[in-house]
T-cell receptor, first 116, second 109 residues
Framework: AQSVAQPEDQVNVAEGNPLTVKCTYSVSGNPYLFWYVQYPNRGLQFLLKYITGDNLVKGSYGFEAEFNKSQTSFHLKKPSALVSDSALYFCAVRDPNTGTASKLTFGTGTRLQVTL | SQTIHQWPATLVQPVGSPLSLECTVEGTSNPNLYWYRQAAGRGLQLLFYSVGIGQISSEVPQNLSASRPQDRQFILSSKKLLLSDSGFYLC????????FGSGTRLTVV
């Protein structure tokens, strides 16, 4: 069965500093990996995905993530954090062998707090 | 472009009352549709998914049911709500990745 771990409940960073939100995964085959962001009382918004190709994936709002197969990780990064980046971030994985249902498994979320 | 609509945005219901949450998708046909529940503002639990009209798969046993009467309509229901049904309900459609609706905050009192 596929699974995702986000080891940090919360990440605190000062505005202008780089940020990293960690994610590790477990899946039987080659994974499809995703990052989503959620603002209070809102649905999840897609940030970026890795399906195949370049290990460094660039997404919305200046975020990027690096797929590392040997470490089974897909950490989310941004070179310079903004206060407006403060939100709840979810990593998700899909096993491409799950057929037509294409179910995503989500991590428990990491709350990012960016302060001035 | 594809859009997903979910309503109502908030709902307060007494214990024992029925529930109906609706989700509709525009701009696509035969989408995979999903219902998730988010408790305590954190983890997402997959409740139901559907790959076509009348096709519903349940992920966890519970007090809720789902139906897909039309290609782009997905409904979450309950005959009698429990306090434990309170939470934030999210509808999503997708293939590789998901597009989420804006969510319904359900409070059972």
């Amino acid at each position: 069965a596929q699974s995702v771990a986000q080891p940090e409940d919360q990440v605190n960073v000062a505005e202008g500093n780089p940020l990293t939100v960690k994610c590790t995964y477990s899946v039987s085959g080659n994974p499809y990996l995703f990052w989503y962001v959620q603002y209070p009382n809102r649905g999840l918004q897609f940030l970026l995905k890795y399906i195949t190709g370049d290990n460094l994936v660039k997404g919305s709002y200046g975020f990027e993530a690096e797929f590392n197969k040997s470490q089974t990780s897909f950490h989310l990064k941004k070179p310079s954090a903004l206060v407006s980046d403060s939100a709840l971030y979810f990593c998700a994985v899909r096993d491409p062998n799950t057929g037509t249902a294409s179910k995503l498994t989500f991590g428990t979320g990491t709350r990012l707090q960016v302060t001035l | 472009s594809q859009t997903i609509h979910q309503w109502p945005a908030t709902l307060v219901q007494p214990v024992g009352s029925p529930l109906s949450l609706e989700c509709t998708v525009e701009g696509t046909s035969n989408p995979n549709l999903y219902w998730y529940r988010q408790a305590a503002g954190r983890g997402l639990q997959l409740l139901f998914y559907s790959v076509g009209i009348g096709q519903i798969s349940s992920e966890v046993p519970q007090n809720l049911s789902a139906s897909r009467p039309q290609d782009r309509q997905f409904i979450l229901s309950s005959k009698k709500l429990l306090l434990s049904d309170s939470g934030f309900y999210l509808c999503a459609w997708g293939g590789y990745g998901y597009t989420f609706g804006s969510g319904t905050r359900l409070t059972v009192v």
